[in-house]
T-cell receptor, first 112, second 116 residues
Framework: EDQVTQSPEALRLQEGESSSLNCSYT??????LFWYRQDPGKGPEFLFT???AGEEKEKERLKATLTKKESFLHITAPKPEDSATYLC?????????????FGSGTRLQVQP | DTGVSQNPRHKITKRGQNVTFRCDPI?????LYWYRQTLGQGPEFLTY????????KSRLLSDRFSAERPKGSFSTLEIQRTEQGDSAMYLC??????????????FGPGTRLTVL
């Protein structure tokens, strides 16, 4: 059973068309939820860390929110340069592991 | 540049050969992680170090894989007797851990391994 599920798998938007990406998780003992952006052939680039339900973080056109079972990455008025894969990852204590468990990502394409 | 660096960026090898990758973390970070990523998937955890101690290894890390972090500085990941299934992007990340809550990890550019 997947512990971190991201939806949709792919999303195509027109420039300026706002939308949201979803990350749902089934782990307990959440010790952090992280959003990353990844461009093709590159390593993930850190965006946000969220720790508690109700917490929100914002950066330029991106806003991340967290509930007890999911997180959303809201993209307001996206631009073509926002095109990338957005990854969600959780740190948890289900298995005592310290490393991050990643979702498969949402591939975002913003067309001019 | 004070980010995480990895070398080489690309490696092409023949099946059965040994390969070694290097990762230089952000200097003040005490934790170093190795992940593997295949096309269309998120990174999968392989192993991590707290300073020089290797504290956790994934089931993905077979006996052919070994990692070291001498003196708690840079780290190497060696794959012996490579197989075509080892072809992937190998990512290194580092973080500074100071409490129960997990801090963000910063990733390097990765090493793309192709096994022929």
């Amino acid at each position: 059973e997947d512990q971190v599920t991201q939806s949709p798998e792919a999303l195509r938007l027109q420039e300026g068309e706002s939308s949201s990406l979803n990350c749902s998780y089934t782990v307990s003992g959440l010790r952090g939820l992280f959003w990353y952006r990844q461009d093709p052939g590159k390593g993930p680039e850190f965006l946000f860390t969220l720790y508690s339900a109700g917490e929100e973080k914002e950066k330029e056109r991106l806003k991340a929110t967290l509930t007890k079972k999911e997180s959303f990455l809201h993209i307001t008025a996206p631009k073509p340069e926002d095109s990338a894969t957005y990854l969600c990852a959780v740190a948890h204590m289900d298995t005592g592991r310290r490393a991050l468990t990643f979702g498969s990502g949402t591939r975002l394409q913003v067309q001019p | 540049d004070t980010g995480v660096s990895q070398n080489p960026r690309h490696k092409i090898t023949k099946r059965g050969q040994n390969v070694t990758f290097r990762c230089d973390p952000i200097s003040e970070h005490n934790r170093l992680y190795w992940y593997r990523q295949t096309l269309g998937q998120g990174p999968e955890f392989l192993t991590y170090f707290q300073n020089e101690a290797q504290l956790e290894k994934s089931r993905l890390l077979s006996d052919r894989f070994s990692a070291e972090r001498p003196k708690g500085s840079f780290s190497t990941l060696e794959i012996q007797r490579t197989e075509q299934g080892d072809s992937a992007m190998y990512l290194c990340a580092s973080s500074y851990q100071r409490g129960y809550l997990e801090n963000e990890q910063f990733f390097g550019p990765g090493t793309r391994l192709t096994v022929l």
